[in-house]
């Protein structure tokens, strides 16, 4: 089946397979590997990308579900200069061996999109799915954290 | 002991170290540009799936390949039978920890019979990761099942055993016990006594990357390069030479990014030898990626013991002698390391107390589940799990404080360098002083007078408060040492620094980091001697051929070990370059001082040489002393004298919801030790991770199998990693006492935050509910479990007031 | 991690739906948010022959103030039921629930049909649904009917939805400010609750239970009790009659029924019964 959607800004057409899932097709089709696969169960968040602004496990959809929408990867997320949030991972610490990472950073992207200055009871709350092993979380809030006082946060870039 | 406010200049030695300088190793981690092994890709690139056993333990009575080779895409199948010849050695265990230790032979695909469920019955090869998925998922394997052998102590008894070849399902026996004797004397005058038994739960260590490998062969020249997600490319290089009869140098091990590891990728794994082999036979790339519930079953796991500790103490609680029995689970084959472990522990059950006797003693057997190895502290979590869970009981018998039965048998500042009963010798310790710190962030009085009130009011949400003092033994290790307890290897580290033509410098490091910042920290380390900017340093890595000898990473030794390799390289080269500099000044090498990366005459400042000017010359070399080679670069194969001895004291603070049993973390305060820091922000992060990975020991992870062998929580979804939502922020601190041993006086930090942590949230937990009259509680302390402790003990209180 | 193949179709409108529903006979599945299908896909327990895409029926994602209750469309999202303001306003506990379901992601892609639909026993929103005595309606190749909640989950995952039926609307009686309370018990946040209770007081009682049979269920002792004119306490004594909890990983049967009978009386007496 034909999916046209676009990713990070750019339109992108593929044949695929109806079972084909969209962080395989992130990862296989348009070789945007930067988005991880933990675990088979939707349960790490590893795989969470951005669809419509809005984060989602794209180990738990089909390419062909995704089929015109608008997706922003980590790929997307930084320009230049890295994104706030990215930033403030890297100010604070917020990783070490970086598996997580990229689904915790737009996890936190649209956990900050919808709550601009969460609390931190709130931002624990809001990335309750996404697992890291290596921080104890501490860090990770902290920089969910800092990136809120890093006025204003610019909403992921959703491609026109 | 030096304080370490003291402020440097910058530009001189000692600028670098210990600043809070943020990892270079981040932007292409959190761009998504840093490459894992599953995001290398390779045109002509065939996927690998492994059939696995669907019985814990039976015969293979068949394996039909015949409808999976049909399949659309695929290449090629193999069952056991078919590859049986094509290994030139089987599985390794490189840690015989006795001359008569049993080991069952372990192939990479299993021939005859299967003895748990991550053992690989057959293996397809297709051109897509989906095909390959399909295919194994057609193979037909018939198994004639036997029996399940769950159980530690049914598994001791060899009513089934697990290899009937072996005729027993001990592997070994390894006692520890300098006098017995006094051990016994001790217990038969003792005042005090306490008699415990532990129980160590499986746990799944749970990396968030899970295993993957790639191979690339290079047919018309015979080499092979192999991609894994490992903690050791060296050790397995020099595996996969001997498992597959490859020469070693026609194998090139890389570990690209590696995402987490906590001692599961310190291993030599069946795919990783599989993948080299299929490689060669099909001149094709292999890959093989694990999925998370293949993880589950396939890579090792940790812990796994039943632990007997007995304590005798004088009347005033002085602890005057330990006596330990283990029952050590070793799965169904013993992998790398896999004997090993509990003896890591055998050291550390006195803990951070004067214990004058002492007797340890640990049995192993086979059971039919995944074999367990080295998972983050492997062995002395479980020992200061056992000892300080022990202490508590022992204040409870004698009536006194936890902190104040701890005070009384603290090894006291002016005993080190302590000569340990377990016959360690402990460099550095300051104990009281770490303790008294984290009572102090605590508000230790506070927090008890808030339990008291609570206790009075008959509140729903009761307090907890426990505390965990410990040391441990890491930055494996003295080789000699290591000799003497059988281990095949050295615990040596290589470095090699280069200062290059252009002023840059690399330095190789045979560590292999996957999360730690080995690139940041060495960078430091090399920068701070000299006298330089860290961003002008290269630290190359986890790869066998740019760093060609190397022990790897794990046991919290990356930095006393391998960071002061680096230490050790540079100064080496700095050597060197002050002959260069002083032969070019026309002065005295002793009267040069290195400062701003130059080299000034001490008195003449402006007679100087930039060090990349030296190094200019050097590569050059048109104007060296007479008979000095070219070149600025110097290697260090540094073997260290003594393990490192870092030490700390944690506080638990637990809020119980004694309707439910539901246990809350409400704070955790860590003060941990580990000497000189290289980069305190890193230090803190290894710190809140090891805490984490201590406290969900306690609290909620636990790899359960049923009665048939069959393991309950092999996804996400029952296993039970904690997200941010369950745990809160912490409260660090540390105190810093130098290792005497290396010249940056650091201690590993790796491990210290689950090894001090577990019991302190166990005995939080326990104190909450000690007014219920519950007095102890296995780990992980599940709300039901203790729901059942508080109804037993109510029951059994009841039951007495009625007698 | 990968799921067996399957032939798609994607429904262009409700009718499509049930059309290709009723070709692709007893192995066809919908698929709506497919965050309760796709996961038993991915461990091939599942393997659906035909899903029938209706994730694009973007008519039947809405919320709709009908009078005395409030009609949600089956393919809102959990993330929208949870935000929007006249549920918030009219239905405070479906909104309380919606936002406890999963995890943010999960909440995303959800719908509030799709989880009802699949009739698991550990999900919020059928206790939810049970409580409020919410009305489902269901289309099929013959029409529209409406069912009872309390006559929708007939099993595991098992519920009145004929095979070529499809669930379009959940309409859900306005609270009108009467208290309400909902508990999950669980370890992790992400996790499905090992009990849950939703309760509603608005002269008579709604009481319903998460996890606590092989479907969800109603408190039914408890209601009774409470109409008897029980305390919280007494009341919360019946919390577990009838039921036969479910026994596994997280909690024994027994531990549930102990949960139940404390977390209904912490919902009764905070929603003041």
Redesign the interface.
Known sequence: MRVSLTVNGKLRESEVEPRLLLVHFLRDVLGLTGTNIGCDTSSCGACTVLIGGDSVKSCTMLAVQADGTEITTIEGLAGEALHPVQEAFRQNHGLQCGYCTPGMVMAAASLLAEQPHPSEEEVRAGLEGNLCRCTGYHNIVKSVLAAADMAPVPAPAVAS | MTATEATTAPGSAGAVLGTRR??T???P????????V??I?LSGCLHLALVRSTVAHGRILSVDLGPAKSMPGVVAAFSGADLKDAWAAPMPCAWPVTADMLSPTHLPLAVETVAYLGDAVAAVVAES??AA??AA?AVVVEYDPLPAVIHLEDALSDRNLVHEELGTNSSYTWELSPDPVAVEAAFAAAAHTVSKRYVQQRLIP?????RGVLVVPHPYGGEYTVYSATQIPHILKIMLAITTGIPETSLRVIAP????G?GSKLNVYAEEILAVVLAQRLRRPIRWVE???ENSVATIQGRGQIQHIDLAADSGGKITAIRVKLLADMGAYLQLVTPGVPLLGAFLYTGVYDVPAYSFSCTSVFTTMTPTDAYRGAGRPEATYAIERAIDALAAEVGVDPVEIRRRNFVREEQFPYASVAGLVYDTGRYALALDKALDIAGYQGLRDEQARRRQAGETKQLGIGVSSYMEMCGLAPSRVLGSLNYTAGGWEAATVRLLPTGKVQVVTGTSP????HETAWAMIAADRLTMSPDDIEVIHSDTAMAPYGMDTYGSRSLPVGGVAVALATDKVIDKAREIAAHLLEAAAEDLELTDGSFRVKGSPTMEVALGAVAFEAFSAHNLPDGMEPNLEASVHYDPPNFSFPFGTHIAVVELDT??G?VRLNRYIAVDDCGNQVNP??V??QV??????GVAQAM?EEA?YDDDGNL??S????Y????????P??ETASTITPSTTNVLGVKGVGEA?TIGSAPAVMNAIVDALSPFGVTDLDMPA???RI??AMAQASAMAQAEGEA | MIPSSFEYRRASSLAEAITMLGEGGDDAKLLAGGHSLLPLMKLRLASPTVLVDIGRLRELSYVRDGGDHLAVGALTRHADVHNSDVVGREVPLLAHVAGQIGDPQVRHRGTIGGSIAHGDPASDLPAVCLALRATLLLAGPSGERQVPAIEFFTGFLETALARDEVLTEIRFPKLGGARWSFQKFNVRAQDWAIVGVAAVRNGSAGVALVNMADRPVLATGVEAALAAGASPEEAAAHASDGLEPPSDVRASGEYRRHLATVLVRRALEEAGA
């Open positions: 943020l990892r190793e981040d932007p981690l959190l761009t998504g540009e840093s490459l894992f599953a995001d890709k990761e989906y998925r399909d998922d749970s990396a968030m990357e899970p990014s590696v995402g987490g906590f999925e998370r519930s996957h999360g730690q910042g309707d439910t539901q922000l890193i803190e992060g809140h991770g090891g805490i984490v990975q909620w359960l309950l929580t996804t996400m979804i029952d039970l990693v904690p997200a941010a939502s369950e745990l922020s912490f935050g599940t709300p039901e729901w059942r």
